[in-house]
């Protein structure tokens, strides 16, 4: 499928003549379908460039109803995975975790090396599901930027996990930590893994990183230390990722 996606974080678009944008979708209301997901609080930037993405790859993705962004520039305590309905504008959020080895409350390192335990930034395409030993319904990712193309060799999925809830947060002042898989709560997983497995986009964002992911594809990362706030858990629970517990 890489070979046949594009992403536009490494090519800029330049669209056919006559070829329909998602810039120009309007939802049944009748705005425009780009202002409605911002007027969400959809960082405009990490829209933009997912449309650009729909635009340049006309007809490579299958699912066109629903695109998912990831923006890891909020900490793990915020439902930062939006679900984007591209018919409608609705959009969903949900509790996401990032690797344990990408901070504690924040995102702030990724990397697309082999045994990493970080998160990887990035456009992936969801297609096809499978129900693993260790966390069950997972849908299968394959990274499409230099920044995420070892997803597959590193198991990089969508699954689910206990630590992904508000009991979890109540007990830890954090988000568990997966081994850079985007683990969601046990509760949802069925309902996204049935809504994107037939060939959708995903797309994990950092407002600061992304001109970094393509200048430095193996790792990126921001300056300085994180400021953990007293009473937030710095040891790994159990279930959590980063090895056998």
């Known amino acids: 499928m890489r070979a046949l996606l594009f992403s536009i974080l490494i090519f800029m678009m330049t669209l056919n003549a006559g070829a329909a944008s998602l810039f120009q979708k309007r939802t049944p209301d009748g705005r425009f379908l780009f202002d409605v997901f911002v007027e969400q609080n959809l960082p405009q930037a990490a829209v ?3 449309f650009r993405m729909f635009d340049f790859n ?3 993705i299958e699912n066109t109803q629903y695109a998912v962004l990831v ?3 909020l900490p793990s305590t915020e439902k930062r995975l939006y679900l ?3 018919d409608t504008g609705a959009v969903e959020s949900f509790y996401v975790a990032h690797g344990i080895r990408s901070g504690v409350l924040e995102a702030r390192s990724f990397a697309n090396s082999l045994d990493s335990w970080k998160s990887s930034l990035g456009f992936y395409y969801a297609k096809g599901s499978y129900i693993s030993n260790k966390n069950g319904l997972s ?4 990274g499409i930027d230099r ?3 070892n997803a597959r060799a590193r198991a990089i999925v969508l699954h689910g996990a206990r630590y992904a809830s508000d009991e979890f947060i109540a007990q830890n002042g954090r988000l568990g ?4 898989c985007f683990a969601v709560g046990l509760e949802h997983i069925e309902y996204l893994v049935n809504l994107l497995q037939n060939g959708s986009l995903l797309f994990s964002y950092h407002k600061d990183l992304m001109g970094f992911s393509r200048r430095f594809p ?5 300056i300085g230390e994180e400021d953990v706030p007293p009473g937030v858990n710095l040891r790994r629970m159990p279930g959590e990722g980063g090895g056998l517990n």
């Open 48 to 50: 933009d460039l997912m």
């Open 58 to 60: 006309e007809g490579r």
């Open 71 to 73: 923006d890891y520039s």
């Open 84 to 86: 984007m309905n591209l």
């Open 139 to 142: 849908l299968y990712l394959d």
């Open 147 to 149: 920044s995420n193309s």
């Open 177 to 180: 930590w997966s081994e850079g």
């Open 218 to 222: 193996q790792e990126q990362a921001l």
